[in-house]
């Protein structure tokens, strides 16, 4: 029986997206994303609140098969990644509560954007109070 690799690029792209939202920075979000908001709507999305200390808490097994298609018709395989964080506030850098969500990541199959590696697309995060 062959052991599955391990799948080290939600940590990787968690990383580069949650440092990207702390410093507003729009092209290292809109790297990781594969549907990202327009610059001013991630601007106004985070004017207040930032993510940190993101962590992976369960990755779901990859299926090669089950190949799936967006809304433009365009192939993907995906995982689901459940993750934990605090949300911060940005004036003066508090926790403000837990997150726990989930988001997939896609990797695109047979075209341009297969490229791109995994992207992050469908965030489903559920705040906590502290």
Known sequence: CKKEKKFAEPEYIFAKWARAIETLNYGDYAACEAYPKSDGVFREMFRDTYYADLMVTDVEKLNEKNV???????????????????EMRRRDRKPLRLLRGDVDFI???????????????????????R
């Open 107 to 129: 990797s695109y199959v047979g075209d341009d954007r297969s490229k791109k590696g995994w992207l992050m697309w469908n965030r489903k995060i559920i705040r906590i109070e």
């Open 68 to 86: 799936l298609k967006d809304h433009q018709g365009k192939s993907y395989i995906k995982r689901n990644v459940q993750f934990e964080c605090s």
